[in-house]
């Protein structure tokens, strides 16, 4: 089974600050991890993704994350926040195993709010 | 750029009402899901669908729940008696193929509210 834990529901950060979001995953198989964001009445949209290969992933809107097998974490971050990131957050595992048809499991989200 | 829609964006139905949740897909996907969360709650996942079959289900999806593909475009998601539990938003997603890696294209949601 699989599992997630985003630590912090709710980020503060001043514009222009380092925006991190914390991940941890639990897989008992080689995991595909992924960001998703949501904005206010919009669906979740994809800001990035692991799968293979090197380990530091860059996505959409400057973000950023990092595979850590030996840490089980998959954090993601921003080095500098903007009004437009506020929205929320979610990590998600897929199970890189050949049974899968993809099913994503998610953590429990955070709210990120950006500060003028 | 494609996306996934889903109507209504609210429903309202009274307990042991049925309800049909809908989708559309973006047009050349062949994978389809539907996940739900509860407020405060995890989005969970509730079913995945391919070639007009199930292809995995979660303990969440009873037989209260049914999906279907009546055409080409449409994948909905059915539950026969709601319960004030089932009160949730539901999400629709895509997929351009199976498999783990592949990028799920999500609707923005239908907020079911069971009274």
């Known amino acids: 089974a699989q599992s997630v834990t985003q630590l912090g529901s709710h980020v503060s950060v001043s514009e222009g600050a380092l925006v991190l979001l914390r991940c941890n995953y639990s897989s008992s198989v080689p995991p595909y991890l992924f960001w998703y964001v949501q904005y206010p009445n919009q669906g979740l949209q994809l800001l990035l993704k692991?799968?293979?290969?090197?380990?530091l992933v860059k996505g959409i809107n400057g973000f950023e994350a990092e595979f850590k097998k030996s840490e089980t974490s998959f954090h993601l971050t921003k080095p500098s926040a903007h009004m437009s990131d506020a929205a929320e957050y979610f990590c998600?595992?897929?199970?890189?195993?050949?049974?899968?048809?993809?099913?994503?499991?998610f953590g429990q989200g955070t709210i990120l709010t950006v500060h003028p | 750029e494609p996306e996934v829609t889903q109507t209504p964006s609210h429903q309202v139905t009274q307990m042991g009402q049925e309800v049909i949740l809908r989708c559309v897909p973006i047009s050349n996907h062949l994978y389809f899901y539907w996940y739900r969360q509860i407020l405060g709650q995890k989005v969970e996942f509730l079913v995945s669908?391919?070639?007009?079959?199930?292809?995995?289900k979660s303990e969440i999806f009873d037989d209260q729940f049914s999906v279907e593909r009546p055409d080409g475009s449409n994948f909905t998601l059915k539950i026969r008696s709601t319960k004030l539990e089932d009160s949730a938003m539901y999400f629709c997603a895509s997929s351009p193929q199976r498999g783990s890696t592949d990028t799920q294209y999500f609707g923005p949601g239908t907020r079911l509210t069971v009274l």
């Open positions: 998600a595992v897929s199970d890189a195993g050949g049974t899968s048809y993809g099913k994503l499991t």
């Open positions: 692991y799968t293979t290969g090197a380990t």
């Open positions: 669908f391919y070639n007009n079959e199930i292809s995995e």
